[in-house]
């Protein structure tokens, strides 16, 4: 099992449209976690780190659910400038881990 | 725009060689870390450098190496370059250690190796 899964996608959804993605973590262990977001040929930029039980910031909410291992992120009313790469991961002992990141693109 | 800054921007280099690459962090941070993203995947993480000491490490040959200086910049060096190594080479700076701060990641450098 890899340390970070994603879905696969890639998500194309109608502007308006709500999406969620899921993350697994194989790493029980692991004590903090996060969203970033990726255009294209850039850097990766922090949407949302996810503490303990989830958290929400506007149109986006993250969950974390540690039983199951599993991170997910929801876009609510999506927009055209949410079209990105959403790349999920987690911290534990200064060692961070990466998903390998699923492509949205948010159509007219 | 982060503040942290990454030079070169693009680099081509053959097998064999050695290569060095550079990051600025943010004023007021004094962690950086390095990652190595290959297209289509997440960023892979290589180290975390703190006060100038290696503060975590992943996995990787000890063929990557760093430096952070006093004034928290630091670099990234691979030696015997191998053709897998072509990626986008990625620094963050934070301002505490480990991960649970919030890492500003640079531009990148696209290494390409022939």
């Known amino acids: 099992r890899k340390e970070v899964e994603q879905d696969p996608g890639p998500f194309n959804v109608p502007e308006g449209a709500t999406v969620a993605f899921n993350c697994t973590y194989s790493n029980s262990a692991s004590q903090s976690f996060f969203w970033y977001r990726q255009d294209c040929r850039k850097e990766p930029k922090l949407l949302m780190s996810v503490y303990s039980s989830g958290n929400e910031d506007g149109r986006f909410t993250a969950q974390l659910n540690r039983a199951s291992q599993y991170i997910s992120l929801l876009i609510r009313d999506s927009k055209l400038s949410d079209s990105a790469t959403y790349l999920c991961?987690?911290?534990?002992?200064?060692?961070?881990?990466f998903g390998a990141g699923t492509r949205l693109t948010v159509k007219p | 725009e982060t503040g942290v800054t990454q030079s070169p921007t693009h680099l081509i280099k053959t097998r064999g060689q050695q290569v060095t690459l550079r990051c600025s962090s943010q004023s007021g941070h004094n962690t950086v870390s390095w990652y190595q993203q290959a297209l289509g995947q997440g960023p892979q993480f290589i180290f975390q450098y703190y006060r100038e000491e290696e503060n975590g490490r992943g996995n990787f040959p000890p063929r990557f190496s760093g430096l952070q200086f006093p004034n928290y910049s630091s670099e990234l060096n691979v030696n015997a370059l191998e053709l897998d190594d072509s990626a986008l080479y990625l620094c963050a700076s934070s301002l505490l250690a480990g991960g649970q701060d919030t890492q500003y990641f640079g531009p990148g450098t696209r290494l390409t190796v022939l």
């Open positions: 991961g987690w911290y534990n002992n200064n060692d961070m881990r």
